[in-house]
């Protein structure tokens, strides 16, 4: 989920080419939406700071909420973001970020899903 469409589009192209099936959101109100109406996700990768009435925290929230062992990763380029997120997402980005950061931080919270 990201409302910034060059960034979506970016994020989305990283995870396509490393082999991930993608389903974007530019809102938490849109995320929330296809979630309610049955979207299944292994993971929620997500900006903080959002447009609408659901930001990234409330979304994860809500989501984890829906379905308790759903991975999370929250990313902002807000200083002082990682530490709104701290309790929150299973994982921060901090951005910019390259695809080799973001592959590897969302391995790593599904490898440890996995066990």
Do not use: H
């Amino acid at each position: 989920m990201e409302d910034e469409a060059l960034v979506r589009t970016m994020v989305c192209e990283m995870l396509t080419d490393a082999g991930y099936d993608v389903q974007e959101a530019q809102s938490g109100d849109e995320a929330d939406a296809l979630m309610s109406a049955g979207l299944r996700i292994d993971l929620l990768l997500t900006d903080i700071r959002m447009p609408g009435t659901l930001d990234g925290g409330d979304l994860i929230r809500r989501a984890t909420g829906r379905c308790p062992a759903l991975k999370t990763v929250a990313m902002s380029g807000y200083a002082g973001a990682k530490y709104l997120c701290e309790n929150v997402a299973d994982r921060f980005i901090a951005k910019p970020f390259t695809s080799s950061v973001l592959q590897r931080e969302i391995a790593g919270v599904l490898r440890a899903g996995a066990g």
